[in-house]
């Protein structure tokens, strides 16, 4: 635990010294490998895992858009206060340690699961940037959005497949009415429609900053808020 | 022909490909706050959509209902965007540009059709068994028999694998063995056999879950078809700026 603690610093005094973004991630890094050698499994079930792994991901994916920014500052330290604010939330929920169930231990429950974080973890830097950009009106943050969403989208996409392919050998249905599955076809309509928005003139800038704001908002019900306050085969 | 020109353009526009998302979302958004409030939603699995559907009072399905209207206008719309689409930008020189959001939207095409397909065909049900029990397959004189129920724990008995032995069984003869383990179901004459859960003692038994589910595979080619398209566009959307 104290290195999720020293994390948790590392990201809040990356306000000031910026490498420590990058330390926090190494950290985080570390915590999530020392906990998969000593489960002998993914560690990604339940929110304390899963948390971490959304703030290492963000944090992940800052570093390589920032390459492509001249001013990097607000944004980066926009995502150091959300990857703080994950792995404080993080650190306050109980970690899973008991085996899997055999059903989850598949190939197709690793990628589902691992895809889905990462395409939320893009969703969240396009939110960033669609914050940034309303602050700052530099153009190349709302594209940097757009491109974070696109590549989001892919993943998102993959993730939901390869649950429906472990869905049907587990369960023998690739859908299942559940309230998550209904968040997660919101959530997929609200970004179709976020690309396909992108191609209308009107649309680009400030509508589609509030946009990628707006659909972070709903990645996080879809994940959260689903998994906590409603009976699925998700529940936390 | 004023009028139907006009209906023509409306079907041709990203415009309205952006309204029935619109509307598609309140709808989905409207479900996703009746679903958990109505118990009939429990029953949804146990037949196909479309038949439950009906039996069902419209103030928990009208979301439903219009979700489906919406889908399909939706349906169209998709296919003559992509039709357009290609007529008027056959002669461009990066084709694989223009055909790559062409095969997302027909992965997606796919995937509605494959949930049109179960939503019409599939059933789901279930059937607790032990040892030596029965159960009779619908749809024809065929029977499932289950035979050896094997279960392994760890030493703080945590259950952590298990496997099923079946014999597919027509007039008392086998017709076909196969073993279920978690996430290899058995599967034949288009069922697909699963292990819900298993209860140790008194004695050892199985919650068998048998569905039929006919658009799985549809469904499978439209995932495969969307990924294809999407991965392809962003890769050359990232060989366009380089």
């Given at each position: 635990?104290?290195?999720?603690?020293?994390?948790?610093?590392?990201?809040?005094?990356?306000?000031?010294?910026?490498?420590?973004?990058?330390?926090?991630?190494?950290?985080?890094?570390?915590?999530?490998?020392?906990?998969?050698?000593?489960?002998?499994?993914?560690?990604?079930?339940?929110?304390?895992?899963?948390?971490?792994?959304?703030?290492?991901?963000?944090?992940?994916?800052?570093?390589?858009?920032?390459?492509?920014?001249?001013?990097?500052?607000?944004?980066?330290?926009?995502?150091?206060?959300?990857?703080?604010?994950?792995?404080?939330?993080?650190?306050?929920?109980?970690?899973?340690?008991?085996?899997?169930?055999?059903?989850?231990?598949?190939?197709?429950?690793?990628?589902?699961?691992?895809?889905?974080?990462?395409?939320?973890?893009?969703?969240?830097?396009?939110?960033?940037?669609?914050?940034?950009?309303?602050?700052?009106?530099?153009?190349?943050?709302?594209?940097?959005?757009?491109?974070?969403?696109?590549?989001?989208?892919?993943?998102?996409?993959?993730?939901?497949?390869?649950?429906?392919?472990?869905?049907?050998?587990?369960?023998?249905?690739?859908w299942?009415w559940?309230?998550?599955?209904?968040?997660?076809?919101?959530?997929?309509?609200?970004?179709?429609?976020?690309?396909?928005?992108?191609?209308?003139?009107?649309?680009?800038?400030?509508?589609?900053?509030?946009?990628?704001?707006?659909?972070?908002?709903?990645?996080?019900?879809?994940?959260?808020?689903?998994?906590?306050?409603?009976?699925?085969?998700?529940?936390? | 022909?004023?009028?139907?020109?006009?209906?023509?353009?409306?079907?041709?526009?990203?415009?309205?490909?952006?309204?029935?998302?619109?509307?598609?979302?309140?709808?989905?958004?409207?479900?996703?706050?009746?679903?958990?409030?109505?118990?009939?939603f429990?029953a949804l699995h146990s037949s196909p959509l479309f038949e439950w559907i009906q039996?069902q009072?419209?103030?928990?399905t009208?979301?439903l209902w219009?979700l489906i209207?919406?889908?399909?206008?939706?349906?169209?719309?998709?296919?003559?965007?992509?039709?357009?689409?290609?007529?008027?930008?056959?002669?461009?020189?990066?084709?694989?540009?223009?055909?790559?959001?062409?095969?997302?939207?027909?992965?997606?095409?796919?995937?509605?059709?494959?949930h049109l397909l179960s939503g019409l065909g599939s059933s789901?049900?279930?059937?607790?068994?032990?040892?030596?029990?029965?159960?009779?397959?619908?749809?024809?004189?065929?029977?499932?028999?289950?035979?050896?129920?094997?279960?392994?724990?760890?030493?703080?008995?945590?259950?952590?694998?298990?496997?099923?032995?079946?014999?597919?069984?027509?007039?008392?003869?086998?017709?076909?063995?196969?073993?279920?383990?978690?996430?290899?179901?058995?599967?034949?004459?288009?069922?697909?056999?699963?292990?819900?859960?298993?209860?140790?003692?008194?004695?050892?038994?199985?919650?068998?879950?048998?569905?039929?589910?006919?658009g799985?595979?549809?469904?499978?080619?439209?995932?495969?078809?969307?990924?294809?398209?999407?991965?392809?566009?962003?890769?050359?959307?990232?060989?366009?700026?380089?």
């Amino acid at each position: 635990m104290w290195i999720l603690a020293l994390s948790f610093g590392a990201y809040l005094f990356a306000l000031w010294k910026r490498p420590l973004l990058y330390v926090g991630l190494v950290l985080q890094v570390v915590y999530i490998f020392s906990r998969g050698a000593e489960l002998g499994r993914l560690p990604l079930v339940g929110p304390h895992d899963t948390l971490i792994f959304l703030a290492a991901s963000m944090a992940a994916f800052a570093a390589a858009f920032a390459y492509a920014l001249k001013d990097r500052s607000r944004f980066l330290n926009s995502v150091a206060v959300i990857a703080a604010l994950f792995t404080a939330f993080a650190m306050t929920t109980p970690q899973q340690n008991s085996p899997l169930p055999p059903v989850l231990k598949t190939i197709w429950f690793e990628c589902h699961v691992v895809l889905a974080f990462m395409s939320y973890a893009l969703f969240g830097i396009a939110a960033v940037f669609g914050g940034v950009y309303l602050k700052d009106r530099q153009t190349s943050f709302e594209g940097l959005g757009y491109r974070a969403v696109l590549i989001g989208y892919c993943l998102f996409t993959l993730s939901m497949i390869f649950g429906g392919i472990w869905a049907y050998l587990a369960w023998g249905t690739y859908w299942i009415w559940t309230p998550k599955e209904l968040w997660t076809s919101i959530l997929f309509a609200y970004y179709s429609f976020y690309l396909h928005a992108r191609l209308r003139q009107w649309w680009i800038g400030r509508p589609m900053a509030v946009l990628g704001i707006a659909g972070f908002a709903i990645t996080m019900f879809t994940y959260l808020g689903v998994s906590l306050l409603m009976k699925s085969s998700h529940s936390f | 022909m004023y009028l139907l020109k006009n209906l023509l353009n409306i079907f041709f526009s990203l415009r309205t490909t952006l309204w029935l998302l619109g509307f598609s979302l309140v709808m989905l958004f409207a479900g996703a706050f009746i679903m958990p409030a109505h118990d009939e939603f429990q029953a949804l699995h146990s037949s196909p959509l479309f038949e439950w559907i009906q039996n069902q009072p419209l103030k928990v399905t009208w979301w439903l209902w219009g979700l489906i209207g919406i889908l399909s206008v939706l349906t169209v719309n998709t296919l003559l965007c992509s039709i357009e689409s290609i007529i008027n930008k056959r002669k461009v020189t990066q084709w694989l540009l223009l055909i790559s959001p062409q095969i997302i939207h027909v992965g997606f095409l796919f995937i509605l059709l494959a949930h049109l397909l179960s939503g019409l065909g599939s059933s789901q049900v279930m059937a607790a068994a032990g040892e030596g029990s029965e159960v009779k397959l619908s749809g024809g004189d065929t029977v499932l028999r289950v035979g050896d129920i094997n279960m392994k724990y760890d030493s703080y008995g945590y259950l952590t694998d298990w496997d099923v032995s079946v014999e597919y069984l027509s007039d008392g003869n086998v017709l076909h063995r196969d073993i279920i383990r978690p996430n290899q179901p058995s599967t034949r004459m288009g069922f697909n056999i699963n292990v819900r859960d298993l209860r140790p003692y008194p004695v050892e038994a199985v919650l068998l879950q048998i569905n039929r589910e006919p658009g799985a595979l549809w469904a499978l080619i439209g995932g495969i078809l969307f990924t294809l398209g999407i991965v392809t566009l962003i890769l050359l959307k990232i060989r366009m700026e380089k």
